[in-house]
């Protein structure tokens, strides 16, 4: 079954700290895989998009790798701000058409 | 910048009655999707159009949702009779192509729906 997993679940972290969320899938055939940002109250947007021949992408403060072998994702947010506070969400796209989504993980930036 | 439009983005109802949203994905975007997302959880596919055709209705509970998207640019999602769950944020998307193809997605801001 095309599953994603995200960990952790949710995450507080003090301003200007570093962070890294993780997400482990078994979407096959792989086709690409994306991360979106949610803030509360509205629909996901689009911070990174990885086929599988590329093993890192960045977006300003956020950096997506992606080992297709390990079928592992990481997101890494360096330097956080307040304004980072959100769910995070890994999408695996499989070949026929077909986006799987992960429930996410909750990011809290404190001050 | 162009954006997916939706309304309208609350809507509270009661059981067994009907509601409707609209969604206008963004101009020249052939691909339309919905999805329902229920708190805590990623969003789930509904629905997927490509132009004014049905592609993937696979996880549309169909006898009580509907979809529709005429003309092949604005769409229109129903539900009759509304259940209690089926309070969920509802989310429309739009891409140039599809997702295989490396096209990315854009939401729109959804419709959150209360089912009393």
């Known amino acids: 079954k095309n599953q994603v997993e995200q960990s952790p679940q949710s995450l507080i972290i003090l301003e200007g700290k570093n962070c890294t969320l993780q997400?482990?899938?078994?979407?096959?055939?792989?086709?690409?895989l994306r991360w979106y940002k949610q803030d509360t109250g509205r629909g996901p947007v689009s911070l990174t998009i990885m086929t599988f021949s590329e093993n890192t992408k960045s977006n300003g403060r956020y950096t997506a790798t992606l080992d297709a072998d390990t079928k592992q994702s990481s997101l890494h947010i360096t330097a956080s701000q307040l304004s980072d506070s959100a769910s995070y969400i890994c999408?695996?796209?499989?070949?026929?058409?077909?986006?799987?989504f992960g429930a996410g993980t909750i990011l809290r930036v404190k001050s | 910048e162009a954006e997916v439009a939706q309304s309208p983005r609350y809507k509270i109802t009661e059981k067994s009655q009907a509601v409707a949203f609209w969604c206008d994905p963004i101009s020249g975007h052939a691909t339309l999707y919905w999805y329902r997302q229920i708190l805590g959880q990623g969003p789930e596919l509904l629905v997927q159009?490509?132009?004014?055709?049905?592609?993937?209705d696979s996880q549309l509970p169909k006898d009580r949702f509907s979809a529709e998207r005429l003309k092949g640019v604005d769409s229109t999602l129903k539900i009759q009779p509304a259940e209690l769950g089926d309070s969920a944020m509802y989310l429309c998307a739009s891409s140039h192509g599809t997702v295989e193809a490396y096209n990315e997605q854009f939401f729109g801001p959804g419709t959150r729906l209360t089912v009393l």
């Open positions: 999408v695996v796209s499989a070949r026929g058409n077909k986006l799987v």
């Open positions: 159009f490509q132009d004014e055709s049905v592609v993937d």
């Open positions: 997400c482990n899938y078994t979407v096959s055939p792989f086709s690409n």
